[in-house]
């Protein structure tokens, strides 16, 4: 079972930068396409972005060109650069994996979620 462990969310003022970081810890065959989710005080949970293992990249239309994500699969981590913040980028943010178990079983692991908050 693999778990995903987020990392460096926090208060930043709009117009500034943070760098969020999802490590995956456990054990499966393989761990596919990772991303990120947000999910702001009374709405849906959304996609922000998401990498395949060979790079392929996939953006919601509002975080173009001031987000980017990345993933170094050696160490089985995904991180999400975000600058030029706006107060609408407020959410709590998922790391999410798609993996394959060593059973060879298609699930979807989730981290526990890490709060990205405007605090101008």
């Known amino acids: 079972q693999v778990q995903l462990v987020e990392s460096g969310g926090g208060l930043v003022q709009a117009g500034g930068s943070l760098r969020l970081s999802c490590a995956a810890s456990?054990?499966?065959?393989?761990?596919?396409?990772m991303g990120w989710y947000r999910q702001a005080p009374g709405k849906q949970r959304e996609l922000v972005a998401t990498i395949s293992t060979g790079g392929k990249t996939n953006y919601a239309d509002s975080v173009k060109g001031r987000f980017t994500i990345s993933r170094d699969n050696a160490k089985e981590t995904v991180y999400l650069q975000m600058s030029s913040l706006k107060p609408e980028d407020t959410a709590v943010y998922y790391c999410n994996a798609d993996v394959i178990s060593i059973v060879r079983t298609p699930t979807r692991a989730w981290g526990q979620g890490t709060q990205v908050t405007d605090s101008s």
């Open positions: 456990g054990i499966a065959f393989s761990i596919n396409d």
